[in-house]
């Protein structure tokens, strides 16, 4: 029903597509090293924060066969190195982080060489991707019990399996509600300056045979007042611990219109996406991308040479504007602690 965004390569190498390419031509990539890992991270060529979790723990594993050889110290060593390269290739999402803390954890308590070692990371590669898998699926379930049949739902960016180990966090209730014949409509936002609602998440929910249509950002306002959205539905890079989270640039304009005109909010995510470490949102590290990619569509200009862009790839949406938190543990509401 819906795709595979990441896999092993037969080399034991991470093969992903290649989203950067979407919807154009559908390109696999094996990527060998972590430093090719790291790149692609980088350049969203995958993205999503709980796959950039995943893609990190598959990518310490393939990074690390050629040393499964070497003395244990070494193997360590290496580990923490290329650890170090993967969770520095972006800032936001904590998944990121979170999932190399738990691969840093499980090779800390394998005793042993380091094949035994290695044998270990991998499995907790395998773990984390399966879990995400799961916990998509029971955002998916907790998500269906606000979707009234024939609802129309705005969605901002793409939170489906192009961005996590399975049917996806905000996109899964939206799965789960057609796998069941529930009537259902995705105003789907465009997403700039990156496009990923407009490039993924359209073609994602075509894929699955979903009814949905593609608005500007700007477009959305407008429907909430002419009462053409029934519920606005978003993902989650971190969520702090009183519920402030950031998102893909454009969801705190939403959830300030979500207010204003009576519309439910919620924000779908799985448990790694809770950083309780952090108090409030105004700590969370927001990543600032190049501005060519505001000035630039497709290889084109679209201002002067020469002018000035800002390009922060996400905001940060205060929890008082939060209908609910629609997670695989169930719809919650802050404060938030870990465990
Ligand atoms: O820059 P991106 O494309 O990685 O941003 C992705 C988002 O903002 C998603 O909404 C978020 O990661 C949740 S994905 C399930």
Not at 42 to 56: E, F, N, S
Not at 80 to 106: F, I, K, Y
Request: glycine fraction near 8%.
């Amino acid at each position: 029903m819906s795709v595979q965004a990441i896999a092993w390569a037969p080399s034991g190498a991470v093969r992903i597509i290649d989203q950067r390419a979407l919807p154009e031509a559908e390109i696999t990539r094996d990527l060998e090293s972590a430093e090719a890992v790291a790149e692609a991270i980088r350049t969203l060529q995958v993205r999503g924060a709980p796959l950039i979790g995943i893609a990190a723990a598959m990518g310490l594993v393939a990074a690390l066969r050629e040393h499964r050889t070497a003395p244990r110290a070494a193997f360590l060593a290496r580990a923490a190195q290329v650890s170090d390269l993967l969770a520095n290739a972006r800032p936001t999402a904590v998944n990121l982080r979170w999932a190399l803390h738990r691969m840093a954890g499980a090779a800390q308590a394998t005793p042993g060489d380091s094949a035994g070692v290695w044998e270990r990371l991998h499995a907790e590669a395998m773990a984390i991707w399966e879990e995400d898998r799961v916990m998509c699926r029971r955002i998916g379930e907790h998500g269906l019990t606000i979707l009234a049949d024939g609802s129309n739902v705005l969605t901002h960016c793409n939170t489906g399996a192009l961005a996590t180990g399975g049917i996806g966090t905000a996109l899964a209730p939206l799965y789960l509600a057609h796998e069941q014949g529930r009537r259902l409509h995705v105003f789907v936002d465009e997403t700039r300056p990156l496009l990923q609602g407009a490039r993924l998440t359209v073609w994602e929910l075509m894929h699955a045979g979903i009814p949905c249509t593609l608005i500007t950002d700007a477009a959305a306002a407008t429907l909430m007042r002419q009462a053409k959205v029934d519920v606005v539905l978003v993902g989650a890079d971190r969520i702090c611990a009183n519920g402030d989270f950031a998102n893909k640039i454009g969801t705190y304009g939403l959830a300030v219109l979500a207010r204003h005109h009576g519309v439910p909010f919620y924000c779908a995510a799985p448990w790694s996406t809770v950083d309780s470490s952090l108090p409030e949102g105004d700590l969370i590290p927001i990543e600032q991308r190049s501005p060519g990619e505001v000035t630039v569509i497709a290889g084109r200009p679209i201002a002067p040479d020469g002018a000035a862009a800002l390009n922060p790839a996400f905001d940060v949406t205060p929890a008082r504007y939060v209908t609910g938190f629609i997670t695989d543990r169930g719809i919650l509401q802050p404060p938030f602690s870990s465990e």
